[in-house]
């Protein structure tokens, strides 16, 4: 079985608002939902740092992951990289794997218009979309058009490495899991952007970690956004590869295996 390469998302949280405003965008939402479909395929694996659990050393787990990863994403825009720790941290352990020969991608994207000073510490990276025009110069189809190229032209990085580091290494094998049933079959919900629902997914997401949680109920009233609070929290993790799930099942349910 191939290898997979593993993205690591570098990003600015003042670029991921919890709630919008006027024209304020979710960059990293925007982002990763391009992401996600090759991901899902099984063409990469993605981290962000809202994967951590609770409690995590979090400098030491981005180190890790910094280290450990095959394509190094950065969404570059004023607050990024105005970044202390985005600029030595991340950055600079980035241009150390490179100088030592790693077999490392680098995929700047320009989110939004950012000063001279801020480009130079990048621009080297070749950033896209080309000619350095940020993508919050460019309408939403154009926006979405050059977002789906690169989704495309990193897919080919990660495939390209992914060859370049050989099969994976033959895990031990597994009780049989029942049947994977994709969650496509998810009820349909007209949200774009799911707000405010950050606690509820970090309860999700803890509830996952704990090997003692079996079940958990989302209890309200018709219309208070169940559905789409399961569908996204279920769309991250599919883009993270279930987190070692053996089996999910997407419905009015949710089992794990």
Known sequence: MPSQSTIFISYAHDDEPETPRGE???????????????????????????Q???G????KEIEEKLR?????????????????FIIETEIRIVRERQTAGDDLGVYPLLLRPTPKAGLERVRDFNLRPKDAKPFSAYSLNDREQHMSEAADEI????????ERKGPAAPSEPKAQAPPFVHISGLPETGYEQLVGRDAELKRLDEAWSDERTNVLSLVAEGGAGKSALVNEWLSRLQADS???????LGGRSIARA
């Open 56 to 59: 995590a050393a979090w400098e």
């Open 155 to 162: 897919a080919v990085i990660a495939a390209a490495i992914a």
């Open 68 to 84: 450990a990863c095959d394509i190094f994403v950065l969404l570059v825009s004023p607050s990024s990289m105005a970044s202390t």
């Open 24 to 50: 304020e965008v979710r960059w990293l939402s925007f982002v990763m939902k391009f992401l996600r479909p090759a991901a899902t395929s099984g063409g990469f694996t993605m981290w962000v740092d809202r």
């Open 242 to 248: 279930y987190r070692g799930g053996d089996c999910v």
């Open 52 to 54: 951590m659990k609770g």
